[in-house]
């Protein structure tokens, strides 16, 4: 077996694994709540509410911009792979949230969840012990939900950190002071 067919094994597997959680009610209704605050009420929330917890509007701005452009990342990245769910390929997986778009490849929730996390600690470190596992949470959302495999995952929080950062920098270079 080839090292990709491998790797693809392995993803749909722990897809599979996460999912179990999926078949215990609380769990079900606890990871669908927090994948439902990670489609971006909690994100908008918080960047409206950063000028008044110790961050800026320039902050907000820039979060907002890079939610942007992560949007766009995201939308291309998954029309130009189209890669199937795993809900759609494997039939075993129990899914309770319905999917927000049609591709798998990479989770746009994990992708700005990593970004506004990166962001938001950057401007207010104090909130890194409730955003770090807000994220955590919200990536391992699409994976018990069997709507992601482990590396459309892993693949988002590093495009979201990687954005993040980007704006950080180009924020600096303006002279932003976030």
């Not at 597997?13 to 605050?37: D, K």
């Not at 890079?66 to 995201?74: F, N, S």
């Not at 591709?103 to 104090?126: D, I, K, N, Q």
């Amino acid at each position: 077996m080839m090292l990709l067919e491998r790797l693809q094994v392995l993803d749909a597997a722990g897809t599979r694994w996460c999912n179990r959680a999926s078949r215990v009610g609380p769990a079900r209704i606890f990871f669908g709540t927090i994948s439902r605050l990670g489609d971006g009420a909690f994100w908008y929330a918080l960047m409206l509410a950063m000028p008044f917890i110790g961050g800026s509007w320039a902050v907000t701005g820039l979060m907002a911009v890079v939610g942007g452009v992560a949007t766009l990342t995201y939308r291309r990245l998954k029309e130009g792979t189209r890669r199937p769910r795993p809900c759609e390929v494997q039939a075993s997986l129990r899914i309770s949230v319905a999917p927000l778009d049609r591709f798998s490849f990479p989770s746009g929730h994990t992708l700005h969840a990593a970004a506004f996390t990166v962001l938001a600690c950057a401007a207010v470190p104090g909130l890194a012990p409730m955003l770090v596992p807000f994220a955590i949470l919200v990536a391992l959302s699409r994976l018990v939900l069997g709507l992601h495999y482990p590396s459309d995952v892993l693949v988002g929080a590093g495009l979201g950190a990687g954005l993040a950062a980007l704006g950080l920098l180009m924020a600096e270079a303006a002279g932003l002071g976030i």
